[in-house]
């Protein structure tokens, strides 16, 4: 089975959809529509064969075949490697999930250029797999790069009224960040000695750079990566893209596109790059904490309700990057979980209001009321994808915030200060990290505040305007294809553990990384470790009292009493198993490699 090439084929089989359509008559609008939602059909069936032979104890890349391991470029280095580990697994899943879903949604609502359209979607499916499954840096970036055109076009061709505005805007934003990380990619590739731009060897090198180098190829990775998030103050582009964006471009963009800005921080920056990582933590997770209230108070205002989502993901992507910098199992696992949870519930919430426009061409919470009188079954399903959203427990968002504020609440990472620092010492990591938290938990409320607000305003009360009464509820199709997205709402939800299960091999792993190469922070690392240790002593001893959900999605996160022999250091202890676990010169601003354990 391993010598199939499921990853390529997984990446490669919409493409090969978009180059059957290029083929058919523009007039087969029909033809159009099945065909594309025929290939992302059979791109999520070819898919399953990752998840069903995906080996949870192996925290490396797997399920790549000889043939997906050659060279691409010869001549500078660059090769064909791709690979899954269970942090990429996941989101490979939730693509290919969507892709299909994507493509009906949008069977009653673009009438123009159908060809056209659907050709976008297929051609953006495949370089959002391609830059998820990609172990070479220079091929990341060419699917990177290739996500923005069709994604650019579906905005800006199909979009509303000011749909050029919202697909520049978006356009300028991401290009400024991509040129940026481009100067780090060849900056990287010269430090390497010129010849690879292979994942373990970029990595390895970035470990062995100065603090100063670490901290300006940190700013040039973050950036572009953060931009994409996105994380406050770079969200602006974000809400115009949403509301501007076809259903399908904003299922897309928040479901997908904006969970390639935290992998590209997991995958490349923050291992390449600990130590400056562990300077900008405290930072970022302030930025992350007030993007978090201010999304969501921003949210509560907005009469738009396809805005108001919008400003909703800038509240709940605040809480993956503060997460994935606090730099704990948990809180990584809850990150990398939340995004997946977000991507499930949000994408539902523009499913349900792209429904809604279609029959109404308007989103003004001020034009609807009562709709559970008239459309009883869509208003079931919205309360469900809007709980969902809002983390009631029992449904897909409550895990991940839980995780992420539990473990956040762990993180030394967190403080204001190096740790060997006297002003450090003195203001309190612990301070730090639970008022960081304190502040991030009212998010939780905020949105239940104003996901609450839409369900009262637009379900109901009186059947304010007659044109509510008239509505006619979900058709078969449109029940067919959000049926799956309400199931996965409670299966993640009920049952978290066959999803952090997976992860939890490449989450040590990860962390092992990034802990073996910030010489320059061992006390922050050794604290942060003794820290998770102690919560985890806790949760074990009093698991005979903790409610069911709570053990459910805390039983595996991370590995099991510390990071064990995951770590190598200077002093000869185990490395990690991997090439990133070498061991580095000590540099800035530590004087000496700490002994890791």
Same mark, same amino acid.
């Given at each position: 089975?391993? /010598? $199939?090439?499921?990853?390529?084929?997984?990446?490669?089989?919409?493409?090969?959809?978009?180059?059957?359509?290029?083929?058919?008559?523009?007039?087969?609008?029909?033809?159009?529509?099945?065909?594309?939602?025929?290939?992302?059909?059979?791109?999520?069936?070819?898919?399953? *064969?990752?998840?069903?032979?995906?080996?949870?104890?192996?925290?490396?890349?797997?399920?790549?075949? !000889?043939?997906?391991?050659?060279?691409?470029?010869?001549?500078?280095?660059?090769?064909?490697?791709?690979?899954?580990?269970?942090?990429?697994?996941?989101?490979?899943?939730?693509?290919?999930?969507?892709? *299909?879903?994507?493509?009906?949604?949008?069977?009653?609502?673009?009438?123009?250029?159908?060809?056209?359209?659907?050709?976008?979607?297929?051609?953006?499916?495949?370089?959002?797999?391609?830059?998820?499954?990609? =172990?070479?840096?220079?091929?990341?970036?060419?699917?990177?790069?290739?996500?923005?055109?069709?994604?650019?076009?579906?905005? %800006?061709?199909?979009?509303?009224?000011?749909? $050029?505005?919202?697909?520049?805007?978006?356009?300028?934003?991401?290009?400024?960040?991509?040129?940026?990380?481009?100067?780090?990619? =060849?900056?990287?590739?010269?430090?390497?000695?010129?010849?690879?731009?292979?994942?373990?060897?970029?990595?390895?090198?970035?470990?062995?750079?100065?603090?100063?180098?670490?901290?300006?190829?940190?700013?040039?990775? !973050?950036?572009?990566?953060?931009?994409?998030?996105?994380?406050? *103050?770079?969200?602006?582009?974000?809400?115009?893209?949403?509301?501007?964006?076809?259903?399908?471009?904003?299922? $897309?963009?928040?479901?997908?596109?904006?969970?390639?800005?935290?992998? #590209?921080?997991?995958?490349?920056?923050?291992?390449?790059?600990?130590?400056?990582?562990?300077?900008? !933590?405290?930072? $970022?997770?302030?930025?992350?904490?007030?993007?978090?209230?201010?999304?969501?108070?921003?949210?509560?205002?907005?009469?738009?309700?396809?805005?108001?989502?919008?400003?909703?993901?800038?509240?709940?992507?605040?809480?993956?990057?503060?997460?994935?910098?606090?730099?704990?199992?948990?809180?990584?696992?809850?990150?990398?979980?939340?995004?997946?949870?977000?991507?499930?519930?949000?994408?539902?919430?523009? =499913?349900?209001?792209?429904?809604?426009? /279609?029959?109404?061409?308007?989103?003004?919470? !001020?034009?609807?009321?009562?709709?559970?009188?008239?459309?009883?079954?869509?208003?079931?399903?919205?309360?469900?994808?809007?709980?969902?959203?809002?983390?009631?427990?029992?449904?897909?968002?409550?895990?991940?915030?839980?995780?992420?504020?539990?473990?956040?609440?762990?993180?030394?990472?967190?403080?204001?200060?190096?740790?060997?620092?006297?002003?450090?010492?003195?203001?309190?990591?612990?301070?730090?990290?639970?008022?960081?938290?304190?502040?991030?938990?009212?998010?939780?409320?905020?949105?239940?505040?104003?996901?609450?607000?839409?369900?009262?305003?637009?379900?109901?009360?009186?059947?304010?305007?007659?044109?509510?009464?008239?509505?006619?509820?979900?058709?078969?199709?449109?029940?067919?294809?959000?049926?799956?997205?309400?199931?996965?709402?409670?299966?993640?939800?009920?049952?978290?553990?066959?999803?952090?299960?997976?992860? +939890?091999?490449?989450?040590?792993?990860?962390?092992?990384?990034?802990?073996?190469?910030?010489?320059?922070? #061992?006390?922050?690392?050794?604290?942060?470790?003794?820290? +998770?240790?102690?919560?985890?002593?806790?949760?074990?001893?009093?698991?005979?009292?903790?409610?069911?959900?709570?053990?459910?999605?805390?039983?595996?996160?991370?590995?099991?009493?510390?990071?064990?022999?995951?770590?190598?250091?200077?002093?000869?202890?185990?490395?990690?198993?991997?090439?990133? %676990?070498?061991?580095?010169?000590?540099?800035?601003?530590?004087?000496?490699? *700490?002994?890791?354990?």
């Amino acid at each position: 089975m391993f /010598e $199939i090439p499921w990853i390529t084929l997984t990446v490669f089989l919409p493409l090969i959809g978009a180059g059957v359509l290029a083929f058919v008559p523009g007039e087969h609008r029909d033809l159009h529509r099945y065909i594309a939602a025929l290939f992302m059909g059979l791109t999520f069936l070819v898919s399953l *064969p990752l998840m069903i032979n995906f080996d949870p104890a192996n925290g490396g890349y797997q399920l790549a075949s !000889a043939a997906e391991n050659i060279a691409w470029i010869p001549a500078i280095g660059a090769s064909y490697r791709v690979g899954i580990d269970g942090i990429s697994l996941w989101l490979v899943m939730l693509t290919t999930f969507l892709g *299909p879903i994507v493509v009906l949604s949008g069977f009653g609502a673009v009438e123009e250029r159908v060809k056209e359209y659907h050709l976008c979607l297929l051609v953006l499916q495949t370089a959002m797999l391609g830059a998820l499954v990609s =172990l070479d840096l220079l091929l990341f970036y060419v699917f990177w790069e290739l996500m923005l055109v069709p994604m650019y076009l579906l905005i %800006g061709i199909w979009g509303g009224q000011n749909r $050029i505005y919202a697909a520049v805007k978006l356009f300028l934003y991401t290009m400024v960040g991509s040129v940026l990380m481009l100067v780090g990619i =060849l900056y990287l590739y010269a430090k390497a000695g010129g010849s690879t731009f292979d994942i373990d060897t970029i990595i390895s090198t970035g470990q062995a750079l100065s603090f100063n180098e670490q901290r300006l190829l940190f700013a040039a990775f !973050a950036l572009a990566f953060l931009i994409k998030v996105p994380l406050f *103050p770079f969200h602006t582009w974000l809400p115009d893209a949403h509301v501007q964006a076809p259903t399908a471009g904003s299922v $897309i963009l928040a479901s997908i596109l904006l969970k390639m800005g935290t992998y #590209g921080l997991v995958r490349y920056a923050m291992p390449a790059l600990p130590d400056a990582m562990y300077w900008a !933590a405290p930072a $970022i997770a302030i930025l992350s904490v007030v993007g978090i209230v201010y999304g969501a108070v921003v949210a509560y205002v907005q009469k738009d309700v396809k805005k108001l989502v919008a400003y909703s993901s800038v509240s709940h992507l605040g809480f993956v990057t503060l997460g994935l910098f606090a730099m704990t199992s948990v809180s990584v696992t809850g990150a990398l979980y939340q995004s997946l949870a977000h991507g499930i519930s949000t994408g539902g919430l523009f =499913l349900m209001i792209g429904i809604l426009y /279609e029959r109404r061409h308007t989103r003004m919470l !001020a034009d609807f009321g009562g709709l559970t009188k008239s459309i009883p079954r869509y208003a079931v399903f919205f309360v469900i994808v809007a709980f969902a959203s809002a983390g009631v427990p029992g449904l897909v968002g409550f895990v991940g915030e839980f995780m992420i504020l539990l473990g956040s609440s762990a993180s030394y990472a967190l403080t204001l200060g190096d740790m060997a620092h006297p002003f450090g010492l003195a203001f309190g990591p612990d301070k730090m990290a639970f008022a960081l938290v304190a502040v991030a938990a009212t998010g939780v409320i905020l949105g239940a505040l104003y996901l609450l607000h839409v369900v009262q305003k637009m379900l109901f009360g009186p059947i304010t305007d007659p044109k509510n009464a008239e509505l006619s509820d979900l058709t078969p199709r449109e029940i067919g294809y959000m049926l799956p997205v309400i199931a996965m709402c409670f299966v993640m939800g009920l049952f978290p553990q066959p999803f952090l299960s997976r992860m +939890e091999a490449s989450v040590t792993r990860l962390i092992g990384t990034i802990e073996n190469g910030a010489n320059g922070y #061992g006390p922050v690392v050794e604290a942060n470790q003794d820290r +998770e240790a102690t919560y985890r002593d806790w949760l074990h001893r009093s698991a005979a009292t903790q409610p069911w959900a709570i053990q459910a999605e805390l039983g595996s996160a991370g590995a099991h009493g510390g990071h064990g022999g995951g770590h190598g250091d200077a002093a000869g202890h185990d490395g990690h198993d991997g090439a990133e %676990g070498a061991p580095h010169d000590p540099h800035a601003p530590g004087d000496e490699a *700490p002994s890791h354990h």
